[in-house]
């Protein structure tokens, strides 16, 4: 099956840097690559995804891009803010009959500081 | 707008009492899913299902299982809690085939503590 490493654990950074969290998978069919943001006590929530036929896919100040023979993805978000706070998950996933069943990273715990 | 509700926030139970968790969605999804979630662990699969009554095992299905009876409702059991049962669980709906929608929507969770 599927694995998902996600690196770092844990990421601190001044209000205003960038913040560049990295996942790597093993299933070359995985071709669905979701990010969630999960704030304390709260549920994730998806906010943004990329599919293997795209590189580099951007939404405001969050970016994903994916590099498919070294089987590895990245989130960055630039301009960080302290409500970006938050624990980031990234999946992969291939797609069995329309169905995404994603393997999730064990989690990035982002801490902005004002 | 919540559209995934799970029913219980918080529960306590007893080791070796069977525990349900419930799971209704509104949103006339396909596939349903139960996580759940420890620290430094992620999120876990336990099982999911396509369709009412079908149901798949997950990465970690031991010790549970679930039962589809409505499209709308999804439960996760707990046959006899034991104290590694200890997490919290998260229910996600998602519908095949609906573009950007192939993300998940996900509950609100349930904290259970099995003392």
Known sequence: ?114 | DVKVTQSSRYLVKRTGEKVFLECVQDMDHENMFWYRQDPGLGLRLIYFSYDVKMKEKGDIPEGYSVSREKKERFSLILESASTNQTSMYLCASTSPGMGRDYGYTFGSGTRLTVV
Not at chain 1, 63 to 82: D, G
């Open chain 1, 1 to 114: 099956g599927e694995n998902v490493e996600q690196h770092p654990s844990t990421l601190s950074v001044q209000e205003g840097d960038s913040a560049v969290i990295k996942c790597t998978y093993s299933d070359s069919a995985s071709n669905y690559f979701p990010w969630y943001k999960q704030e304390l006590g709260k549920r994730p929530q998806l906010i943004i995804d990329i599919r293997s036929n795209v590189g580099e896919k951007k939404d405001q100040r969050i970016a994903v891009t994916l590099n498919k023979t070294a089987k590895h993805f990245s989130l960055h978000i630039t301009e960080t803010q302290p409500e970006d706070s938050a624990v980031y998950f990234c999946a992969a996933s291939p797609e069995t009959g329309g169905s995404y069943i994603p393997t999730f990273g064990r989690g990035t715990s982002l801490i902005v500081h004002p």
